[in-house]
């Protein structure tokens, strides 16, 4: 909800950085093409080809060279992981198609807990997302830059302000921008894998000899090598299992598309995840050909097969720079999510309300700066490392992809009298859980020590702060609440001197009742004010009003900017232009305001009445006055 300060310095500023306002009439203009989508709602699960295999690669060299071998089968395993999940989401987009993805999808059909654990985790996830892509894309640009090293905090930070403030730009403007660098990656990829599979098939790719993998590996591991076995190669997997994070985006973004929205999310999924898998399989099936080997201070894999591939020329140039563009951009598949579920949550009373406000362009301005806050926090305490973030990755994704195949099969079991051939979508969402519930459990396991303890220790704790984030919520309203249909009796207007007022009501609850009758109590003309933010309860609220207070007569004004501020005070003007003939009579115009017990809850409140009252006041009205209402 827009609450600008028409012409302040602030307000120039926000219009310079973000752009105008668009009016909610355009909202279906803000939306998705598939093309848009899938470079949009993809970059996060398609950059991470770009490490997915190296990660792969890195655990099985400690075993020594003869373990790479395994690069391709856990490859093969990972894919057909992937199309198993991939075809669990084609299912939730259709039976879900206003989206909400794992945590709208649990909440239903497991329960208020399960719901709030996906919720929780899928919000970790996200702002690891933007943490780690964003590490990994300036860790790409100081390894061109050695001089820039002492400079990667800062750098991180100010690659997290441009995502944000591109993100804040809105949908299209955001799609537009991201693009180019996708399909130039998946362009540059799909080139490399084509390039190499001729050179292969003319017998020009000639893998490393043992002697040397063997070296490099003595150089980055030392002369003692860990034994192959199930330990190592569920590391290994596990690893790689980075490869299916991002799938997930699509399912929460189904209301991002163009009508029909499901359909063509079902048709973006699909082709996301065939280009995920050629271009991970293909990758991994080079990379083994090759016989290539990853040291921790080396050049990536990905380099090393375009350096062998195209030679060092402009292809490997242009692969090295698609490569840190879509790992700096990847981090918006989160921008696009996390604000939606933010949204979901918020709506639900888990989250504070602000967050399902859609903002000046039509995107959800508080989540995109509540994520951009936290992945800074992250990039700030963990120095901007990617090594130090890795472990902490996945773990969240897997738990919510578990949580919400299992929501799905109580989905088909409960409304299987309805649903024709529910026995087969049941079976693969039953089997999706099962794979992806394991695949959970070895990713704790291999990683619990090295970091993903913390993601354990941090779900808890969300899901502690959403619920007491309710409790208020459900507090308030038992506070707020009014007999329904019940007309509502105002105390006599004063004999003589009354001014003429204005009283600002947003709902009819005790709040605002205590506001009316205060206003009523000193007002010889009373007329009350409602703002419509395009959220379709307006003609609901005139219904209410009608009913209850039929005697003090409402005006309803349209907002289509949905700023509160503007209407607000051009109505107050117009109506001290009316009542200015009586220099003896003073308009006041009287807010309704919320007094909390602890200063915290705030944050949980809009404070749009600070701002309408410093905007009114400097618009020249003389008399502003507050209603507290102690909650």
């Avoid at 790992?327 to 933010?342: K, M, S, V």
């Avoid at 509160?564 to 005070?569: I, N, Y």
């Avoid at 809850?601 to 507050?626: D, F, K, P, W």
Wanted: charged fraction near 15%; proline fraction near 5%.
């Amino acid at each position: 909800m827009t609450n600008d300060l028409r012409g302040s310095f602030p307000h120039s500023l926000r219009r310079f950085l973000i752009g105008a306002p668009l009016p909610t009439s355009a909202h279906a203009e803000e939306r998705l093409t598939n093309a848009e989508a899938l470079a949009i709602l993809s970059s996060d699960a398609l950059s991470s080809v770009a490490y997915a295999t190296q990660e792969i690669v890195i655990v099985l060299g400690m075993a020594g060279a003869s373990a790479i071998r395994h690069t391709l089968p856990i490859t093969g395993l990972i894919v057909a992981l992937m199309l198993m999940v991939a075809i669990s989401y084609r299912q939730t987009i259709k039976a879900y198609p206003h989206g909400g993805g794992s945590y709208r999808v649990s909440h239903e059909n497991l329960g208020v807990i399960p719901g709030l654990c996906a919720g929780a985790s899928l919000s970790i996830d996200y702002v690891l997302t933007v943490s780690v892509s964003v590490a990994a894309g300036i860790a790409a640009l100081t390894s061109y830059f050695p001089p820039l090293e002492g400079l990667r905090t800062p750098l991180c930070l100010g690659a997290v302000g441009l995502l944000m403030l591109a993100n804040l730009r809105g949908v299209r403007s955001t799609a537009r921008m991201l693009s180019l660098p996708t399909f130039l990656f998946m362009g540059a990829v799909f080139t490399l894998l084509g390039a190499g599979l001729i050179q292969w098939g003319q017998g020009d790719l000639m893998p490393l000899p043992l002697a040397e993998q063997t070296r490099l590996l003595s150089e980055s591991h030392g002369s003692t090598l860990a034994a192959i076995g199930p330990v190592l190669l569920m590391r290994a997997f596990s690893s790689g299992c980075a490869a299916l994070t991002g799938i997930e985006a699509i399912s929460d973004s189904v209301m991002a598309f163009k009508p029909v929205e499901w359909r063509n999310a079902r048709r973006v999924l699909t082709v996301m995840v065939i280009v995920l898998a050629l271009m991970f399989s293909g990758i991994s099936a080079l990379a083994t050909q090759l016989g290539l080997v990853v040291q921790e201070t080396g050049p990536t894999l990905l380099y090393q097969l375009g350096e062998r591939i195209f030679g060092n020329g402009v292809l490997l140039l242009v692969l090295q720079l698609a490569t840190l563009l879509i790992l700096l951009l990847a981090a918006n598949t989160a921008y696009a999510d996390f604000p939606r579920l933010a949204a979901f949550l918020a709506q639900d009373g888990f989250m504070p309300r602000q967050l399902a406000s859609l903002g000046d362009r039509l995107v959800f301005t508080n989540g995109i700066v509540l994520l951009s806050g936290f992945a800074a926090l992250l990039l700030l305490i963990f120095e901007g490392s990617v090594s130090r973030l890795i472990p902490l990755y996945a773990v969240g994704v897997f738990a919510s992809f578990t949580l919400s195949q299992a929501g799905m099969v109580m989905h088909w079991w409960n409304g299987r009298a309805a649903e024709p051939g529910w026995h087969g979508k049941a079976l693969v969402n039953g089997l999706g859980c099962l794979v992806t519930g394991v695949v959970c459990g070895v990713l704790l396991y291999s990683k619990f020590t090295h970091g993903a303890w913390l993601v354990v220790v941090a779900v808890p704790l969300v899901v502690s702060l959403f619920l007491v984030i309710k409790a208020h919520y459900r507090q308030v309203a038992r506070r707020l609440r009014l007999a329904p249909d019940v007309t509502l009796s105002l105390p006599p207007g004063p004999d003589r001197g009354g001014a003429p007022v204005v009283v600002l009501v947003g709902q009819l609850h005790r709040g605002s009742f205590e506001a009316v009758r205060y206003a009523r109590s000193i007002a010889d003309e009373l007329v009350a004010v409602h703002v419509d933010l395009g959220d379709s309860g307006a003609e609901r609220f005139r219904q209410q009003w009608t009913r209850q207070l039929p005697q003090v007569p409402l005006v309803i004004l349209p907002s289509p900017y949905r700023s509160l501020v503007a209407p607000v005070t051009a109505f107050v003007r117009q109506f001290e232009i009316e009542h200015r003939k009586d220099r003896n009579r003073f308009c006041t115009v009287v807010l309704p305001v919320f007094v909390t017990r602890h200063r915290w809850e705030n944050l949980l409140h809009n404070q749009s009445t600070v701002v309408l009252r410093q905007a009114l006041r400097s618009g020249g009205t003389r008399v502003v006055t507050t209603v507290g209402f102690y909650l």
